[in-house]
Structures are given as structure tokens and as C-alpha cells.
């Protein structure tokens, strides 16, 4: 049977659980993202999105990203495996109908991919063929 951990940490002790997930993150055998409510973070092997802060870490160094850039990984992130339309993407991240959105997703998409890559392709890697999706690549 599973275990079950309950904490309770006030923002200021965030690291704190940032730093159990690092752990739990590097074991082999757990297949899991770990969403955190009361901090805001996603933490994949490698890769740290800050959702109250809005940054994104890379082996611990900051990413610097343009707010969709970083609204646009998150929303891949949140829903990793899932596959979305350009249009939808659209819709979630600049608020608008995503019927004439053009090049615009595709465009930040190359600017996370290069952001990410190729230096850290196992913390995730965005696929385009017509549409968009993070995967989480295994150790």
C-alpha cells in the first residue's frame, strides 16, 4: 500500500519542498510530476517552474522568458502528454480566439525549445506535427 506525507509549510519554507521533490524526483522508479498547490511549483528532473514567482530554473539556473513563453511551457507542463492545437494554446495563454492566431504559437515554441535544449533534453522536450505537447522524458 502507498504512503501518504502531509506538510505544512509557510511560503517562506517553500525550498523546503522544493528540495524533497529534487529528491523524490531523482529516484528511479517514481514516473511522476508533482504539481504543489501550496508553493506553486512544478518540478521536473532538471527543471523548476516557479509559478508564483513566474521563473523557470534550469539545473538550478535561472531561464530568462518573455510571460508567454513562460505561461505557454506552464500550460504545456500542467498537462504533459496531452496534445493541444495551436488555436487552443492560443486561447489559454493570450486570453483570445485562437482561430487566426498565425505563427505566434509556433514562434514561442521554437523560443522555449531552444531554451530548454539542447543541453537538457531529458527535462522535457516540445513536439510540434500539427500540434503542440510537453513529454517528460524518462532518466
Known sequence: MGKFLVLSLTDHEEYIL???MEIIAA???FDHIVTSHPCNTLVFPGLELRLKERTAYRNGELISMTRREF???VHLAKHP????SAGQIYEEVWGEDGEN???AVAS???QIRRKLTPDMPKAGNLYRSPAFSFL???A
Open 101 to 103: 492566431c498565425g505563427t
Open 108 to 110: 514561442v515554441i521554437g
Open 18 to 20: 522544493s528540495r524533497i
Open 136 to 138: 517528460k522524458n524518462s
Open 27 to 29: 529516484e528511479p522508479g
Open 71 to 73: 505561461a505557454t511551457l
Open 81 to 84: 502528454s496531452w496534445v493541444f
